[in-house]
């Protein structure tokens, strides 16, 4: 396959899919402007790579909360995986398992967490707390006994950003079987299922305390709650802006990693996502700080054309940061802060 093959995958995605799936990866809330921008965010990036090094060996492998991967480069949380490929979670599952990448695998999935966890994928939880915190206890049980390493709380999403459908949408045509399985039946109509509207810090300690795992806020895009995060315990703390689908006119996340990393300042694990699409970008991430990089669309586009075009978009992402990492005159895209140009690029 070309190696820009990358970019035309939701082009292809758009003709595999019924349209209000593809409406529904593809959206942004509000006038979809952060979302539009989050791509050419990374492209505004500059390097400025070492030269006269020996650069024969270069090695892509990473530990995240203590799990052991092949690459950096991990896959976001995403609903309605199952709209994308019958074989959904399990499907992209056998993928990154394949790939030695990590999963995170949304609550609203529509795959059992033991299906996911049979094909030895190193996967996490993302979690929404409810008002009643008691009524999620039931799925981080769930989750912790199939073996999720991490639970990620989402914190951007108080209320559901509204979206603009110029259709039906997915919600309405598509297989309601397909979401939410890892629930107890009848959860949604519990009084006290909504979303929390009242998350804090302590939080935080009450996810840990509860599953026992290292916990990763998701959705932090200032530097003063990223230390809130690590002093109520956060094990990692996620730069997001939910792919442009909360609250539009939100900074893109390449525009803010630098200050959050600085203000982490080593105490917890740093990871981004937000239009990454290439191994330049993910090596852009890394020098502004980022431990690892995470994709939510790209991986769905390829899903719609199965397991096999997932795999194919990670061994092309890997060789891709490989190369990156080679020009950029390093041996891992770990030490990639140490080619970030200065800003403005060379001064004056
Ligand atoms: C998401 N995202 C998301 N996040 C989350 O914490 N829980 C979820 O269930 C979902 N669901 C979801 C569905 C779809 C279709 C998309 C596109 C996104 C957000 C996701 O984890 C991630 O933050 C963004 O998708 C990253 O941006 P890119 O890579 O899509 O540009």
């Known amino acids: 396959m ?3 093959w990358l970019d035309g995958v939701e082009e292809a995605a758009r003709h595999a899919l019924p349209a209000p799936v593809h409406r529904y990866i593809r959206q942004g809330a509000g006038a979809s402007v952060t979302a539009a921008e989050a791509g050419r965010s990374w492209d505004r990036i500059r390097f400025a790579p070492h030269v006269l090094r020996d650069v024969t060996d270069v090695d892509l492998r990473t530990t995240l909360l203590g799990s052991d991967l092949s690459t ?13 490929h019958p074989d ?10 394949d790939a030695g990448s990590v999963m995170v695998v949304s609550s609203n999935a529509g795959s059992t967490f033991v299906d996911i966890a049979g094909t030895g994928v190193t996967w996490w939880l993302q979690a929404y707390l409810s008002a009643d915190r008691t009524l999620t206890e039931p799925l981080l049980r769930r989750a912790v006994d199939a073996g999720a390493r991490a639970v ?7 209320v559901v950003g509204t979206k603009h459908d110029d259709g039906p949408t997915v919600w309405e045509t598509t297989d309601p079987g397909w979401l939410r399985v890892n629930f107890d039946a009848g ?7 909504q979303k929390a509207l009242d998350l804090g810090p302590h939080d935080i300690e009450w996810l840990s305390s509860t599953t026992g795992l290292p916990v990763v806020v998701k959705g932090v895009l200032r530097p003063d709650d990223a230390r809130r995060c690590v002093q109520a315990g956060a094990a990692a703390v996620w730069v997001s802006n939910h792919g442009g689908r909360q609250l539009d006119r939100t900074v893109a996340s390449a525009e803010v ?10 105490d917890a ?9 290439s191994g330049s970008d993910v090596l852009a991430a890394m020098a502004l700080g980022a431990d690892a990089a995470f994709l939510g669309r790209l991986p769905l586009w390829c899903l719609a054309a199965g397991e096999e075009r997932v795999l194919a978009m990670h061994r092309t ?6 190369e990156a990492t080679r020009l950029a005159g390093l041996s891992s895209p770990s030490q990639a802060v140490g080619v970030l140009a200065p800003k403005p690029p060379f001064g004056p």
């Not at 990620?152 to 108080?158: A, F, G, H, K, S």
Request: without cysteine.
């Open 257 to 266: 990693l630098e200050s959050v990393v600085a203000a982490v300042g080593g």
């Open 269 to 277: 694990e740093v990871y981004v996502d937000g239009g990454l699409r």
């Open 187 to 193: 959860y949604d109509d519990l009084p006290g299922a």
């Open 2 to 4: 070309d190696a820009n």
């Open 72 to 84: 950096p480069i991990g896959v976001a949380p995403t609903t309605f995986q199952r709209a994308a």
């Open 152 to 158: 990620v709380l989402t914190v951007d999403t108080p």
């Open 88 to 97: 959904g979670e399990v499907a992209m599952a056998r993928a990154a398992a």
């Open 317 to 322: 992402l890997a060789a891709q940061l490989t």
